[in-house]
């Protein structure tokens, strides 16, 4: 993360850069042309020197305040593309397990027991502005199916399908905080 003096810095260099755009520009610009066509010299006051050079400055700061918000990353964002991309590829391993009587019971467990570790890293990393209690709730929907299961082993078919289901409704969760 950035030093808030390095922060300011930037910010100011960008204000004086807008600013010397906006003067030199467009206002100096716009009088030298009204000069040319009205062939005349024209002196503007005082209060409108000051008055150009603050309403210079009001709209130099906007587009800096722009042109910095615009190039910082938004913490949010990144973390939702790194959830999907651990959702879509949990998502396609799980699609090649259909039921529990036709995989075996490791290969379902190993599959849950690293998406919840990869979930579980992912909440350590969340954004203190992202709402992470659905995600929590997730990461131990899938611990509780250890509950259910001896180490790698799954006791019956009705457990296995239990916990299939239990995956299918964590990756619907997931899902669902993606949208």
Known sequence: ?????????????????????????????????????????????LWAKIATAVAGLVLAQYLAYRELAQSRPNPISNFKDRLREVFRAAELEWSQTTAAEYVPAPVICNQIDGFSAELAKLYSQSPPSWDSQPLRHVIEKLRATKNLRVGNNIPSLDVGNQICEQM???LADVRAMLT
Do not use: C, F, Q
Not at 4 to 20: F, L, M, N, P, Q
């Open 1 to 45: 993360m950035a030093n808030e003096s390095d922060v300011v810095r930037e910010y100011i260099k960008a204000v004086g850069r807008h600013w010397w755009a906006i003067v030199t520009g467009l206002v100096l610009t716009l009088l030298d042309g009204a000069e040319r066509l009205l062939g005349t010299w024209y002196l503007p006051p």
């Open 168 to 170: 299918d409704a964590a």
